[in-house]
């Protein structure tokens, strides 16, 4: 593949708005610490070997996607070849969760990711003002997602590094319930074409 992954290695695109704390979350998931950044003007790319739960020792090529207006044209390129999509929002800004909602299913009704699962990080749970997951989830209308899509919410700090112990675990989860769905379909196919 040129990459050095194997298939098998999951690739994962993290998306959201803007200050949602993308960024914060890839660097807490690779280094398990805070690490103080700037917004990201374009892409940053990171493998991730995971170190505890069911996916443990697994390898994650982790693109962190910029969530500024203008470049949220980019994201379908990205989402092509990606296995799962984190996108972050932040659950104290209850203003631009509508933004974030719009954002969201926009993105996953695209061609290019109708069979990508998404993991929803209600991120900034460590504030006051934040909004929980099943909140985050109505707010954002996860139940009108396309059918076909696969969805998870988890609530996490990436700040001080809560939640995220089970990011990896969650999202291989939906990768791997996507892979088993569209390999019945693949034999299905395969099946009806020769009877």
């Given at each position: 593949?040129?990459n050095?992954?194997s298939?098998?290695?999951?690739?994962?695109?993290i998306l959201g708005l803007?200050s949602?704390g993308?960024?914060?979350?890839l660097?807490?998931?690779?280094?398990?610490?805070?690490v103080?950044?700037?917004p990201?003007?374009?892409f940053n790319?990171?493998?991730?070997?995971?170190s505890a739960?069911?996916?443990?020792?697994?390898?994650?090529?982790?693109?962190d996607v910029?969530?500024?207006?203008k470049?949220?044209?980019?994201?379908?390129s990205?989402?092509r070849?990606?296995?799962?999509?984190?996108?972050?929002?932040?659950?104290?800004d209850?203003?631009?969760?509508e933004?974030?909602?719009?954002?969201l299913?926009?993105?996953?009704?695209?061609?290019?990711?109708?069979?990508?699962?998404?993991?929803v990080l209600a991120?900034?749970?460590?504030?006051p003002?934040?909004?929980?997951a099943?909140?985050v989830g109505?707010?954002?209308?996860?139940n009108r997602?396309?059918?076909s899509k696969?969805?998870?919410?988890?609530?996490?700090?990436?700040v001080?590094?809560?939640g995220?112990e089970s990011?990896?675990?969650g999202?291989?989860?939906?990768?791997?319930k996507?892979?088993?769905q569209?390999?019945?379909?693949k034999d299905k196919?395969?099946?009806?074409?020769?009877?």
């Amino acid at each position: 593949m040129g990459n050095g992954l194997s298939r098998d290695n999951p690739r994962l695109v993290i998306l959201g708005l803007d200050s949602a704390g993308k960024s914060t979350v890839l660097y807490r998931l690779k280094f398990d610490q805070y690490v103080d950044n700037v917004p990201t003007v374009g892409f940053n790319l990171e493998k991730i070997r995971s170190s505890a739960g069911r996916s443990k020792g697994t390898v994650f090529q982790v693109w962190d996607v910029g969530g500024q207006e203008k470049t949220r044209s980019l994201w379908k390129s990205y989402s092509r070849s990606a296995d799962g999509v984190l996108f972050v929002v932040d659950s104290a800004d209850e203003e631009r969760l509508e933004e974030a909602r719009m954002e969201l299913h926009r993105f996953a009704n695209l061609k290019e990711s109708l069979a990508v699962p998404i993991m929803v990080l209600a991120n900034k749970q460590d504030l006051p003002s934040a909004l929980s997951a099943d909140q985050v989830g109505e707010k954002l209308n996860l139940n009108r997602l396309p059918q076909s899509k696969i969805c998870d919410i988890l609530e996490i700090c990436a700040v001080t590094g809560d939640g995220l112990e089970s990011v990896f675990d969650g999202i291989l989860e939906l990768v791997t319930k996507r892979r088993r769905q569209l390999k019945q379909k693949k034999d299905k196919s395969f099946t009806t074409l020769f009877r």
